[in-house]
């Protein structure tokens, strides 16, 4: 059905294609849910739930006719590629995490009363570097020391390596906002969350968005890696057409790990500890999204064994369920128990 102009599908027959049941309505909530799996959004809002991870939409969940529905971009874009990773091929080639430390030199960042969103960047990026090569990666990083680096030669850098991710590191500022957000490349028509509103340049074919599916599946394995193990508020999964995310050829997100311009925040950033943490959300990051891209139905059996990947996190510990071999991967938090 068209509702100012779009195409949307009812909320009822996605729940239903995902196996997730009826809808269950709560005012103007909305909540489908099936085991460990579960999706919920609200009328005329874009803050959508995967699995308890927050999204936000491109559009907002329209009500009519007593029903509520889903935009098909938003279906296309974030909902099949994040539900159904396992049908995105080629994750089993990553080899490389192309590290990218906002800022650097002359360019500051943003400043807090303990220090520089530059020198937070390179230091999360230098800790994560160490943990993924343990795990056994190649590392590249756009900048290794304090060093002004344009955003092309930062592209271009990240596009000579094919069988990798990138990942870009920054802080926020901006008032009192606090928490973590996870940005990665806005499909073609969709508009940027950083804009006043839709853009003719929104309709611009680029380079990114070959990589429309891997992005998404990143963000959330991203996200998910990120909100799970802080307790900062989950600002949520966010669209952008920043240089770094646009114009690279490789899936790619920019983390924004905190509010420098928040006390609380900028202090819990100032602490080594914290950056630890974020650096080890960045390899359970690339685990989650390689094990969730990489799963082949096949695979299934073998991997209810119990997870691969070193982690006490519980959307790792989730396990697919038997009797739905089309959905066999976890990659966002699941409920407390699962
Ligand atoms: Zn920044």
Known sequence: MKIGGRDYVPLDDVADFYGLGKVQREGNDAIMELGARSLKGSANSVEFYINRLKFNLSYPIAEQGGRLWLSRMDLTKVLEPVLRPSKIKGAERIDTIVLDAGHGGYDKGAPSSYGFEKDYSLDVCQRARMLLMQAGYKVAMTRSSDVFVPLYDRVRFANQYPNALFISIHFNSGGAGTGLETYTLAPRGVPSM???????????????????AENIALATATHAAMVMRSRMPDRGIKRARFVVIRDITIPGVLIEGGFLSNDSDARLIATPAYRQQLAASVVQAVQNYRRAVGTQIGEVAARQEGPRVETNSPMLRATPSKTDPQTPTVITPTAPGN
């Open 194 to 212: 950083m804009a006043d509103g839709p853009r003719i340049s929104d309709l611009d074919p680029c380079p990114g968005h070959v990589n429309d």
